[in-house]
């Protein structure tokens, strides 16, 4: 008789950066509405308090959310854990969670982002191509003032 074999892990990705700025900057970039529409297309909306809903909603005045989910865990500014979830569908095995860690770093910040509980590896590499280009946006907007001139998912096929 031979032991059942253990569940494989969920896939995930992770992404790190290094953003010559402040942990305090960095995190109000991520949290603040205004600021991820400027840089990400889409405005985060929540309280950011452990519980809280939060939504990724569209900067066309349509109000609609391209993704939902629950603040899990922020400890402003190092570290915001949230589920991610489509609208309508947050099942248990649907939700993904999205963990962001703020880090001083020579001067600077790493930011390190680690998607859990992806559905396959597919969807693992399309989170890990979106974090990059979501993230490379948020590196300019940051050192610059101001985001690409075109964001890095313009006309992007995936």
Known sequence: MTAPSAP?????????TYIQSTPEAVWRALT??????????????????????????????????????????ATPPRRLV?????????RPETTSQVTLEITPHSGGVRLTVTHEHLRDEEESRKAAEGWSMVLSNL????????????????????
């Open 8 to 16: 494989s892990a969920a896939p995930a990705c992770a992404y790190t």
């Open 32 to 73: 603040d509405e205004e600021a991820t529409a400027a840089y990400w297309g889409h405005a985060n909306v929540s309280d950011w308090q452990p519980g809280s809903p939060w939504e990724h909603r569209r900067t066309d005045g349509s109000g609609i959310a391209d993704v939902v989910g629950t603040v899990v865990a």
């Open 82 to 90: 949230s589920t991610w979830s489509d609208p309508g569908d947050e």
């Open 139 to 158: 590196k300019t907007y940051l050192e610059t003032g101001r985001p690409m001139a075109v964001p890095p998912w313009a006309g992007h096929q995936s």
